[in-house]
C-alpha cells in the first residue's frame, strides 16, 4: 500500500514536499514514480526514481524544479517541488514499478491515492 500526502495550496513560485510512504512490503526493488492528473487531462508522468537511487528521470515541464528522492529504511519516497507553477495544479500520485519502462503509467503495478497539489497565480 502507498500513502501519498504533503499536497496543499501553495502561491506561485513556492515549494512543497510530497512523500510517499509504503506499507504491507518493501518496496526497496521497485522503481518509484510520481504522476499527476489535471482536470480534463490525461495522468502524466512527473518523475521516477531506480532502486538504488542510481537514476532518476523527469518530465521536461519539471527538470530543473522538481527533485525526487528515497529512502529505502523507511519505505518513502519524496517529491520535492520547487519554483511552483499554476499549470502544476493537480493531483499527484506515487507508484511502484518492477520495470524500467518509467514513464508508462501501465507498467505500474501499486498506486497510492493522491494528493491535491493547488498553485495559485
Known amino acids: 500500500q502507498l500513502q501519498a500526502s504533503g499536497g496543499g495550496l501553495v502561491q506561485a513560485g513556492g515549494s512543497l514536499r510530497l512523500s510517499c510512504a509504503a506499507s504491507?512490503?518493501?518496496?526497496?526493488?521497485?522503481?518509484m514514480g510520481w504522476f499527476r492528473q489535471a482536470p480534463g487531462k490525461e495522468r502524466e508522468f512527473v518523475a521516477a526514481?531506480?532502486?538504488?537511487?542510481?537514476?532518476?528521470y523527469y518530465a521536461d515541464s519539471v527538470k530543473g524544479r522538481f527533485t525526487i528522492s528515497r529512502d529505502n529504511a523507511k519505505n518513502t519516497v519524496y517529491l520535492r517541488m520547487n519554483s511552483l507553477k499554476p499549470e502544476d495544479t493537480a493531483i499527484y500520485y506515487c507508484?511502484?514499478?518492477?520495470?524500467?519502462?518509467?514513464?508508462?503509467?501501465?507498467?505500474?503495478?501499486?498506486w497510492g491515492q493522491g494528493t491535491q497539489v493547488t498553485v495559485s497565480s
Open positions: 504491507g512490503r518493501t518496496f526497496s526493488n521497485y522503481v
Open positions: 507508484a511502484a514499478s518492477t520495470k524500467l519502462a518509467v514513464t508508462y503509467s501501465f507498467t505500474y503495478d501499486y
Open positions: 526514481i531506480t532502486w538504488g537511487s542510481t537514476n532518476t
